[in-house]
């Protein structure tokens, strides 16, 4: 049977800032929703019925509230695995007593297997994923045939997906990925207004990073 998750995520030292973790443990309550092997309902998880789009891997969450505080209409379900960025998000949120946004702190792969109806979600962002540079470790990459699958399975009819990456050879991957799939239409853009520009993509930019966007739709 086939594991659950395939580990695409390497889990690095916590070094979770004390502020980070007053925040996380005060703040959870509000925007924290636990994991459990049952379905989710996304209706009553948020404050208002509206459409929902899942951010996988969010890291520090600069661009996550960003794109929440313009998007009141929408709602944002992040799921992350690392401690920090749980902590200092929800201090932004809070900040900005933003009500659109709630977190999941497990791997995206039992997220989507336990939580995630089948089309229940109208958009899924994935930005800057870890490009396990090394060709030993290209299986340990998220964008592979079967996340295609399992993205393509919790979009609604019509429903997207929005990558990007800053590694040029993941952005050749991920093109020879998709052009292996009936599953979605779609291919690299231009860098949306939308999508925030963040300090890590910023940092990127002045080592001449080429930052590729990419749409898919299913």
């Known amino acids: 049977m086939e594991p659950v998750t395939n580990r695409s995520y390497r889990l690095r030292g916590v070094r979770i800032t004390p502020a980070q973790q007053i925040a996380r443990d005060t703040l959870w309550a509000k925007f924290g929703i636990e994991f459990k092997e049952s379905l989710l309902d996304l209706f009553t998880s948020f404050a208002n019925a509206q459409p ?16 929440a505080k313009a998007n009141p209409n929408t709602n944002y ?8 960025g749980v902590g200092k998000l929800m201090a932004k949120l809070n900040e900005f007593e933003l009500t659109n946004v709630k977190l999941i702190e497990r791997d995206v792969f039992e997220v989507f297997h336990y939580m995630i109806s089948n089309g229940a979600l109208d958009g899924v962002h994935l930005y800057f994923p870890d490009p396990w540079p090394k060709k030993r470790h290209n299986k340990r ?9 399992e993205v393509a399975k919790k979009l609604k009819p019509g429903g997207y997906l929005h990558i990007a990456t800053d ?22 853009i231009d860098r949306p207004e939308s ?9 990127g930019l002045t080592k001449d990073h080429r ?5 898919f739709r299913t």
Do not use: C, K, S
């Open 211 to 215: 930052v590729t966007d990419f749409l």
């Open 167 to 188: 590694w040029v050879p993941y952005a050749e991957w991920i093109t020879e990925q998709f052009n292996e799939t009936e599953l979605f239409t779609g291919g690299d």
């Open 195 to 203: 999508r925030p520009l963040t300090r890590f993509e910023g940092q």
């Open 77 to 84: 379900l992040g799921v992350e695995v690392h401690m920090p």
């Open 52 to 67: 929902v789009v899942m951010e996988i891997g969010y890291g520090m969450g600069e661009a996550t509230w960003q794109i």
């Open 141 to 149: 990459r998220i964008v592979n045939q079967r996340f295609i699958a």
